[in-house]
């Protein structure tokens, strides 16, 4: 792996009755890839070279924190940051049968916790129009000031 090394953090919490583990390592691509079928995460990457571009994603990103249910990885969040004022997620999702249990406001937290803490950090999340609500609910506010570049060809797509 190129990446930098993962700091093992791992917390147990009971969220309306299910016991979720929340820890801040490493998934396998392909592991990642069939959690992103089940969540709505799945339309957001390109097609071109998708599955090398998964790989190197899982091996390189800063924080890389997964919600199990027993064995089932049921919630992750991946977060760009330089521990000292921002952290950027650039992926947060939540299987779609365990929506609505407050793992993905639990899996924000613990991002912005490992990247510096509350008072320190400024985040920025990549959000389709369909999680601008949820973000809301977190206390977020829309930016107007974000440029964005790409010279990519994307092509949509959505895992199955």
Not at 62 to 85: E, H, P, W
Not at 96 to 110: D, K
Request: proline share 1%.
């Amino acid at each position: 792996m190129r990446g930098t090394a993962i700091n093992e953090y791992s917390t147990r919490i009971t969220l309306q009755g299910k016991e979720i583990v929340f820890k801040n390592s490493r998934i396998p691509a392909e592991e990642y890839i069939d959690f992103l079928k089940r969540t709505d995460l799945g339309s957001q990457y390109p097609g071109e070279d998708f599955r090398q571009r998964i790989q190197t994603l899982v091996e390189n990103v800063a924080i890389s924190l997964l919600a199990f249910d027993r064995d089932k990885v049921i919630g992750v969040c991946f977060g760009l940051t330089d521990y000292a004022y921002w952290l950027f997620l650039s992926d947060l999702g939540v299987d779609r049968e365990y929506c609505n249990l407050g793992i993905g406001r639990r899996l924000v937290q613990q991002a912005q916790h490992i990247a510096g803490g509350k008072d320190k950090i400024i985040m920025v999340a990549c959000a389709n129009d369909d999680a601008v609500g949820f973000y809301r609910k977190c206390g977020w506010k829309k930016a107007e000031d974000f440029m964005s570049f790409s010279s990519i060809k994307w092509t949509d797509f959505t895992v199955e």
